[in-house]
């Protein structure tokens, strides 16, 4: 599908039981922080969203395991 007109993520805000999410080539998408509350969320595809510039709200994806950020230009400053 095509999401390039997506570019907020706050009506996925609450989302507690969302285990995959595949945002790849939403380009309008600038911060995840809405995801904050995906406490099942196990795979998060963000490859390509070139607006992405901070990972605000992941950290508390505990079980987050599989994270693709290719081509996320914008993002600056990630630390282990």
């Given at each position: 599908?095509?999401?390039?007109?997506?570019?907020s993520l706050e009506p996925l805000?609450?989302?507690?039981?969302?285990?995959?999410?595949?945002?790849?080539q939403c380009s309008r998408i600038a911060s995840v922080e809405p995801l904050a509350g995906a406490?099942?969320?196990?795979?998060l595809d963000l490859q390509f969203c070139s607006k992405l510039a901070s990972l605000e709200g992941l950290q508390h994806l505990r079980g987050l395991a599989w994270l693709d950020l290719a081509a996320c230009t914008s993002l600056a400053g990630l630390q282990p």
């Open positions: 599908g095509d999401c390039r007109g997506i570019s805000a609450g989302m507690r039981s969302l285990r995959e999410l595949w945002l790849g406490a099942s969320l196990e795979r």
